[in-house]
Structures are given as C-alpha cells and as structure tokens.
C-alpha cells in the first residue's frame, strides 16, 4: 500500500509541475524550461503505466498463451502504449468540444473501453479454438500488433487531463509533446512486463523439451487458459458497463 501511495504522489507532484511549465510557456512563450524538463515525462510514463490499469494483465496473458518472441512481444507492448497515448492525444485535439458529451466522466471513453473489450474477447475465442484443433499452431500474421492496439484502445487519463490543460492554455504542441515523452515511459514498463512474460513462458517450455506430448499439451493448455482469461476479462468489464 506504501508503495502505490509514493507512485500516486510522484505522479501528482510531475503533474502539477508539468501544470506549472505550460502555464510557463502560455504565458511568456518561452520553451527552454519546458524542453529541460521534458524528460521528465518518461518517468512520469513509467510510473504511471505501474499502477493498476493500462491493460498489463491482458498483455502478460496474450504473451503467455502465444508463441511470439521477445521482439514480437516488445511489438506487441509498443502498439499498446503508442495507442493508448494516442487515442488520448485524438479525443483531446478532435473532440474537446464535445468531451462532456463523449465521455461518460473526466477521463474515460466508455464506446472505446467496450469495443476494446469486445475484440479482445473475440481474440480470446480464437486462442481457445486454435488451442483445441488439430496441430493448430500457427498463428496469425499481425495478431499480436492487433491485440496490442485492441488493448491500448481505452485512453490514458492522465494524458487526457494534460492534453486538455494545454489546449486550453493554447499551446496543443505543449501537450503533444508531453504526451510523446510519456508515451516512451508507458513503453518501457510495459516492455518490461513483455520480456520478463516471454522469458517466464520458454524457460517453462525449455523444462518440459524432454517430453515432446507433455509439451504440446502444456502449451495447449496455456494458450487455452489465455484466451479464456481474455473472454472473462472482456465479458466482465463489458457486464459492469
């Protein structure tokens, strides 16, 4: 609990300087202290995509049931993140007007969680198929960049808020370029979840090399599992909506 308390005011005390560098740059029109600064969105990335959320559970799961490797998994946490910092970077610049009517409370987007949801209960299905059909092992091409975008679809509040501060300071190019910079910190610890998963997931294989059925039924099993993980992750966010 100590933890998530120091995570939250990291994040509140980068918010709230990044608050002050805009109101900064609105006001004299002066970039340097904002550009030094910058860097700083990294971390604040970083920090934030640690907290629950940002759809971590859902990439370790795919990653586990899947066969990719640590650079299609690294692909896969990179469409995450570039969507999820984006689709909040296209809600503020296309539809600020409209963001009260749009979103059903101040940082979400409740038609992109649902279909997000719904299409990775959709990839969830066909993991369980393709686990359970005769020497099904070959997968998709593209599958996992689209799980990853499917995922990063809900918007990342945090950027949202940001985004929207600028905007109304009138300086958008403040906000996007916060929005890049933190986009690299959501990046990074999602990629860390990526390879420690893919790492995890083939030294568990390398165990069971020895026996070839085992070892097909073992991966059968976890991709089965995986899939039916993200079916009940998706019908049950899609209930509670």
Known sequence: ?????????????????????????AGTG???AFIVYLPMGILFGAAHALTPGHSKTILATYLAGSRLGILRGLGVSLALSF??????????????PLIS???????????????????????????????LRPRGHVHAHGEGLMVGVMAGLIPCPLTLFVM??????????????????????????LSTVAVATIL????????????????????????????LVLLAVALRELWLR
Do not use: K, N
């Not at 909040?88 to 600020?96: G, K, Q, Y």
């Open 164 to 189: 929207t501060f600028a905007i109304s300071r009138g300086v958008p190019e403040a906000g996007i370029a916060f929005a890049f910079t933190m986009m690299l910190g959501v990046a990074l610890t």
């Open 30 to 32: 002066g970039w340097g």
């Open 83 to 96: 969507t999820h910092v984006l689709i909040s970077v296209l809600i503020a610049l296309l539809a600020l």
């Open 200 to 227: 995890f997931r083939d030294q568990l294989m390398r165990l069971l090399a020895h026996q070839a059925s085992l070892l097909d039924r073992s991966a059968r099993f976890i991709e089965a599992a995986a899939g």
């Open 101 to 131: 009517a749009s979103l059903g409370s101040v940082g979400r987007a409740p038609v992109l969680e649902d279909v997000s949801r719904a299409l990775l209960g959709i990839i969830g299905l066909w993991m369980v198929w393709r686990a």
């Open 1 to 25: 609990m100590a933890f998530w308390q120091h995570i939250v005011g990291f994040q509140q005390d980068i918010y709230q300087a990044f608050a002050a560098q805009i109101r900064d740059v």
